[in-house]
């Protein structure tokens, strides 16, 4: 008999694109294998929860579908006909196609698109170290935080907050515009222990009835798009409740006066008729935050895939500056924490070869700049070659059709460096295989909370597969790119990165797994002032200043309300699109990742659309019936399923899946527009307006259906 295998645990850190960047504890099974992975129970956020699809972790680091060997195409693009050839051979396919692409039409032909797939320093952003050497087009990543950063940030003048530990003081949590119990379990934690604790009230704030709306005690459901106006009044029942702390504001705020003034119409009842709310629920709320200053303002992004969304963000951000909340422990907002962790980026990213006369593309709007917008191109050039890293644009990226245009383009070359066959990986000329988290070093910042965590190599990589790091090093070694960080390991470039930054060193960091960085109270209050030139809280926002890395260029601001407002600035449902739909994320997936694992995609089944039953009942559908949703963008098929506290006129669409999981091959972001979103860009993903039509197959598909599942 064999003697069982050894099991032992390593410490190590999600990767994932999510804002909990839980520490993890992963069993090891033999050596090699991954077996449960649990979260770190004395890590001060992740206290040992982690979601249901990373303790499973297993399911997709040994998943037979992961791509393990250089592949090169050989049908039509789009066919996902590829043999299999050597790295040598891969890698000198690359390089001439981008020396081509560089000798024919400039370096700026050039287009290095990456995102977040990986939040890991090195391996995500060593592909700007690349970039700026060659001087290819430089990339400008909106896709996630481009709307509700600026609109953070113009209040506050830097991107951080409170730290989540002190939700353990808050006496209410508002969730405002976040799914987190689908989206970042740990903050339920946090939430759910201060209500168990000390009589926490937890508020979540949403356009449909959520887990986390379930779990809180207060929900307010509110149409799409309509923050602002519950925001304002609020604050117009906190002045005239004499809720307003005019002693901080005096002190802390640039325009209260005139704030006040400007709210003195926008009462419960005006936005009761924009958010659909009842004029109790919004005096309710306002009572709550007013009569509470240790209310702890979560805000979340999904409120601000908005076309007005910048403006929601900073609506919502102005409720604790009128509150005084941010004077309390346990009162204030968090949205995320980037500013704290002043790390130098030098040496990670190339920033000493950065030169921002080159042109800087959106990756938001990559289909328009694929089928060659001028106005998207910068007045430049084509992109004629592309290496995508960490993203999957052929699902996640607004206005699939023009996106599929783009990448079907004969002259355009794409390498994609991938885990598994992805929709985008299917269009690729050279697909390679890449390294997982567990297989590689590197080093995390957090959005949720405020450590800095190292995350070592623990097993070693399927044959055939290499980390980001190797295949940039690899690539510039042919493209002539010269650059130190090429030739440094990543511990290496971790090391130097720490140092420089006053952080210690990588060998202290690993002996202590996570370094706190969150600056003292005064600080991450913004007791010693905000981070504007004068030290105020803007209530008028700046957006033409708002100190946010965007393009340099004039970004379409104008319209976007400087005192808080209901900006009615978004897709309008109208007669020939009745329906308002938002594509929220799927619990059981991470964006795109994730839709191939066995028991992540048995638990959320298939592609659907939640609709209110009386909405149905109107459009003739029946639970599982097929039904087309679409605009002037395109259309799609999908099953429909009955919500029953869903909001009438409202669709909500989960999940990031393959576009083979449709019944046209279609996915949601066919209907998903990649007009820019004031004031720097980003995509609107949940502001769409959609017409609805019962599909005429409906009876057949869902009589198979039926008998497939009796069967
Ligand atoms: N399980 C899972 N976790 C994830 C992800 C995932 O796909 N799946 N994605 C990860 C990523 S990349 C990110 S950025 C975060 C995003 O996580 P969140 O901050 O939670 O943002 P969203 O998921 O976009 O949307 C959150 C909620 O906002 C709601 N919403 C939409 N429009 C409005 C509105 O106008 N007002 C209000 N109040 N609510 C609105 C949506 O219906 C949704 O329930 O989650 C990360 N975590
Ligand atoms: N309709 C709609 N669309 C959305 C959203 C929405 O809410 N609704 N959310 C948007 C948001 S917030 C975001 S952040 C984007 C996210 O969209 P993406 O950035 O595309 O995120 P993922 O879908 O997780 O895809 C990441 C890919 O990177 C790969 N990957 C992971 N680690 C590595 C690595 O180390 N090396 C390499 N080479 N590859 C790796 C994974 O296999 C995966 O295929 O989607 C956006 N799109
Ligand atoms: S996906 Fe988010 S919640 Fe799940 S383990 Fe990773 S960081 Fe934690
Ligand atoms: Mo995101």
Redesign the pocket.
């Known amino acids: 008999m064999n003697a069982p295998l050894a099991i032992s645990r390593h410490p190590s850190v999600c990767p994932?694109?999510?804002?909990?960047v839980c520490a993890l504890d992963v069993e090891v099974i033999g050596g090699n294998r991954i077996g449960r992975v649990y979260g770190a129970p004395d890590h001060p956020y992740t206290q040992g929860v982690v979601?249901a699809?990373v303790a499973r972790y297993s399911e997709r680091i040994h998943h037979p579908d992961r791509l393990t060997w250089p592949l090169r195409r050989v049908g039509p693009k789009g066919s996902a006909q590829f043999v299999p050839i050597s790295w040598n051979e891969a890698l000198d396919r690359v390089a001439e196609a981008f020396l081509k692409a560089e000798r024919e039409s400039g370096a700026e032909s050039v287009w290095p698109y990456f995102y977040?797939g990986t939040m890991g320093l090195v391996m995500r952003d060593g592909i700007d170290r690349l970039t700026h050497v060659k001087r290819y087009s430089r990339f400008f990543g909106n896709i996630?935080?481009g709307i509700a950063w600026p609109g953070y940030i113009a209040g506050t003048g830097r991107m951080s907050g409170v730290s989540p530990a002190e939700m353990a003081k808050s006496d209410v949590v508002v969730i405002?515009?976040?799914?987190?119990a689908?989206?970042?379990v740990n903050l339920m934690t946090h939430a759910m222990r201060a209500r168990k604790e000390h009589g926490a009230r937890i508020v979540a704030?949403?356009?449909?009835p959520?887990e986390?709306m379930r779990q809180a005690d207060l929900a307010?459901q509110?149409?799409?798009?309509?923050?602002g106006a519950l925001a304002c009044a609020v604050m117009h029942a906190l002045f005239r409740d004499g809720l307003a702390d005019r002693d901080y504001m005096a002190r802390y705020t640039d325009e209260p006066a005139a704030l006040e003034a400007h709210l003195s119409d926008r009462t419960p009842a005006w936005a009761s008729a924009i958010t659909g709310l009842k004029v109790e629920e919004i005096e309710a709320f306002a009572a709550l935050v007013g009569r509470h200053k240790r209310t702890f303002f979560r805000l979340?992004?999904?409120?601000?895939?908005?076309r007005n969304?910048a403006a929601?963000m900073h609506a919502a951000l102005c409720i604790p500056a009128v509150t005084g909340a941010w004077a309390h422990e346990g009162g204030g907002a968090l949205h995320a924490s980037s500013a704290v962790y002043k790390l130098d980026r030098t040496l990670i990213q190339g920033l000493d070869a950065l030169d921002v006369s080159v042109r800087r593309l959106d990756q938001s709007r990559v289909g328009e700049i694929l089928t060659g917008d001028r106005d998207a191109l910068k007045g430049g050039g084509p992109v004629k070659a592309m290496l995508i890293q960490n993203t999957n644009p052929m699902v996640v990226a607004p206005d699939q059709e023009t996106v599929r245009r783009g990448f079907a383009r004969e002259d355009l070359f794409v390498c994609v460096h991938e885990q598994f066959m992805t929709d985008t990986a299917r269009f690729a000329d050279v697909v390679l295989p890449a390294t997982m988290f567990l297989e590689h070093d590197d080093i995390y910042t957090a959005s949720a909370h405020q450590h800095l965590q190292f995350a070592r190599k623990t097993i070693d990589p399927p044959e055939g597969c290499r980390s980001n790091h190797e295949v940039i090093s690899a690539l510039a070694g042919r493209l002539g790119a010269e650059h130190r960080g090429f030739d440094m390991s990543p511990r290496e470039i971790i090391d130097e990165s720490l140092r420089v930054s006053g952080r210690g060193t990588l060998a202290e960091l690993e002996a202590a797994r996570w370094l706190d960085c969150q600056p003292p109270f005064e600080e991450a209050h913004f007791l010693d002032g905000f981070a504007h030139g004068d030290g105020k809280f803007h209530f008028r926002a700046d957006w033409a200043n708002v100190p946010y890395d965007h393009d340099g260029l004039c970004g379409p601001w104008r319209g976007l309300p400087s005192l808080p407002d209901h900006w009615a600035a978004n897709e309008g449902a109208d007669e020939a699109h009745p329906f308002k739909l938002?594509t929220?994320?799927?619990?059981?997936?991470?964006?795109?990742?994730?839709n191939q694992t066995p028991t992540s995609l048995a638990r959320e089944g298939r592609p659907s659309a939640l609709m209110h039953p009386g909405d149905m009942a109107e459009l003739g559908l029946r639970e599982g019936d097929v039904m087309r949703l679409g605009n002037a963008r395109g259309e799609i098929r999908l099953h429909v399923r009955p919500s029953a506290g869903a909001t009438r006129g409202v669709i909500?669409s989960e999940?990031?899946w393959d576009n083979r999981d449709f019944l046209d091959g279609r996915g949601v972001n066919t209907l998903t527009g990649a007009d820019s979103v004031a004031p720097f860009g980003g995509a609107a993903?949940?502001?769409v307006r959609v017409w609805v039509k019962p599909d005429a197959a409906r009876a057949t598909v869902g009589e198979k259906d039926a008998a497939e599942a009796a069967s």
Not at 16 to 20: A, I, R, Y
Not at 205 to 208: G, Q, S
Not at 222 to 227: E, S
């Open positions: 994932h694109d999510c804002p909990s979601c699809k977040a996630c935080v405002w515009g976040t799914n987190a689908a989206t970042q704030i949403d356009i449909y959520t986390t307010l509110l149409r799409p798009g309509t923050d979340g992004y999904g409120f601000s895939r908005q969304g929601n938002a929220s994320p799927a619990r059981n997936f991470l964006n795109s990742s994730f909500v999940g990031l993903f949940h502001d």
